[in-house]
């Protein structure tokens, strides 16, 4: 009974993977070198999740020990609480962006490479399909194909760091009410330099 179930089951195992015999022919050989160029692909944009993934859990945790400095647990502290919700931002930030340079800056140009490849491949061999040259009219008319990447890690920095001055100028009102205004050239960089680099750092 059990070598059956486990006959049945083996075939169907996510690590089982179909072997294509590779000829000496041109088609032959383009397939194998497509498939291999595939299976490039998507290993980059699985780490790609992974990245973004991992930077909304740095989000959620940098939130997490601002309602700790929020509890009223931190009166042991001898530092005010809102300094230290501004440093937890830009140590945060930081961090994101680490996470935004290694996910648009690297893979995302490992992958536009390897699209190139593909695509041409696509051109030359017709059996191979045309799933990169749907994508591409799909996304045909948009100046930025991959603006999503920036929006992603550009918005969490924004945000992340608003609440910083947030914090700061609640500090600062607490000191003198006419103080806060010192925020507002913060906030206007802040919104020029991410646009700027949120389109800079794909490729055009």
Sequence with gaps: MFEDFEEDTSRHLSTDHEIDQIFADDESLAYGFYSMLITYEDHYNNIQNKYKGLTITWVLATFIAIGYMLSGYEKALFINPL???????????????????????????LIFSIWQETHKLEEKH????????????????????????????????????????????????????????????????????????????FRK
């Design 126 to 201: 017709s059996s191979l399909g045309k799933s990169h040259h749907l994508t591409e009219s799909m996304f045909k008319g948009f100046e930025k194909q991959k603006i999503f990447h920036g929006v992603f890690y550009a918005y969490l920095v924004f945000f992340l760091l608003f609440i910083g001055i947030c914090s700061l100028s609640i500090y600062l009102f607490f000191i003198s009410k006419w103080m806060p205004l010192f925020s507002i050239p913060l906030v206007l960089s802040i919104l020029f330099i991410i646009n700027k680099y949120s389109k800079t750092t």
């Design 83 to 109: 300094l230290i919700i501004l440093f937890l931002t830009i140590l945060s930030s930081f961090g994101v962006c680490l996470l935004w340079f290694l996910d648009a800056g690297v893979y995302e140009s």
